[in-house]
C-alpha cells in the first residue's frame, strides 16, 4: 500500500503529501500546518512543492486521484523529509506508520 504512494519525482523518490495525512490519519492541512510551524526542519532535499506542470502531470498519470480540488500546489516528501514528519506529528500512529514508510523506501 505505501510502496504504490511512492513516486519519483525530480529524481527524488517521494510521498504526496495527501497521501502521506491519508496515512497518518490526519487532514492534509493538518499535516502541512504542522510542517509550516516547523518549517526550518524541512529543507528543500526533504520536501519541495510540486510546479503546475508536475502536478498537472500527476494528475493525468493517476486517473483516480485523491488529491481533488486543491486550492495550492501539493508538497512532495524525500524519505528524509517524512522521517522528520514523527518529530512534528506527535502520536503513536506517526511513529507507527513512520516506521513502514522508512522500509517502504528501502
Request: hydrophobic residues 45%; proline residues 4%.
Amino acid at each position: 500500500m505505501i510502496e504504490k504512494r511512492i513516486l519519483l519525482i525530480r529524481g527524488h523518490r517521494v510521498i504526496i503529501d495527501a497521501d502521506l495525512a491519508e496515512l497518518y490519519s490526519v487532514e492534509a492541512k493538518e499535516l502541512n500546518q504542522a510542517v509550516r510551524r516547523n518549517h526550518s526542519r524541512f529543507p528543500p532535499d526533504f520536501m519541495f512543492q510540486l510546479t503546475p506542470s508536475e502536478f498537472q502531470n500527476l494528475r493525468s498519470q493517476i486517473v483516480t486521484s485523491s488529491w481533488g480540488g486543491r486550492r495550492y500546489l501539493p508538497y512532495a516528501f524525500t524519505e528524509q523529509g517524512v522521517a522528520m514528519l514523527s518529530s512534528v506529528l506527535h502520536s503513536d500512529r506517526a511513529i507507527r506508520v513512520n516506521i513502514e514508510i522508512m522500509r517502504a523506501f528501502v
